[in-house]
């Protein structure tokens, strides 16, 4: 039981890695990305499958890490979905490279590669590989230039990104 423990560690702690073609921004302030997040789009995973109004808000966990709940509502099952977890970062804290759990002691990347400096008004994230993407913004819905063209930034690194779904928050 122990060996089995310690490979899926190893397996799981792989996942705390950089896609191809993905760097993180630098000069990251993380007092000005704490709070609330819209996911304004995302590639499909299970564990949101199906979720609308979704959001994220990030406050300061007593332990230096940051505490993350994500929010959304199912329509199938009539009801308000959450998660919690924490994330540390995985370099220096001025780089938007961290790692995030939300299950016990296994970590997966979190990547803000794309993000507004001036305003931190939206970022673009991804997790370990490019079959992870969200687009959040500090609003419920991002004006459509600039929605066009965080997506094309994403795509020219190499993401799926004609598989998005565009999140529902009317």
């Not at 709070?35 to 406050?59: C, K, M, N």
Request: net charge negative; hydrophobic share 40%; with cysteine.
């Amino acid at each position: 039981m122990k060996k089995l423990v310690a490979l899926l560690a190893l397996l799981v702690g792989g996942c705390v890695t950089l896609p191809e073609n993905v760097r993180p921004v630098s000069d990251f302030r993380l007092e000005r990305y704490l709070g609330t997040w819209y996911e304004i789009a995302r590639l499909d995973h299970p564990f949101e499958r199906g979720l609308s109004h979704v959001t994220a808000q990030y406050s300061l966990r007593g332990d230096g890490g940051v505490r993350v709940v994500n929010r959304g509502y199912s329509a199938r099952d009539e009801k308000w979905k959450q998660a919690e977890g924490r994330a540390y970062f995985v370099d220096d804290p001025q780089t938007g490279f961290l790692k995030v759990s939300f299950f016990g002691p296994f970590y997966g990347s979190y990547v803000v590669f794309e993000l507004d400096h001036a305003n931190y008004a939206y970022a673009v994230v991804s997790g370990p590989d490019t079959s992870y993407l969200w687009i959040l913004a500090r609003e419920p819905f991002m004006d459509e230039t600039l929605r066009k063209e965080l997506v094309a930034k994403a795509a020219e690194r190499g993401f799926k990104t004609e598989g998005l779904i565009f999140v529902e928050h009317e």
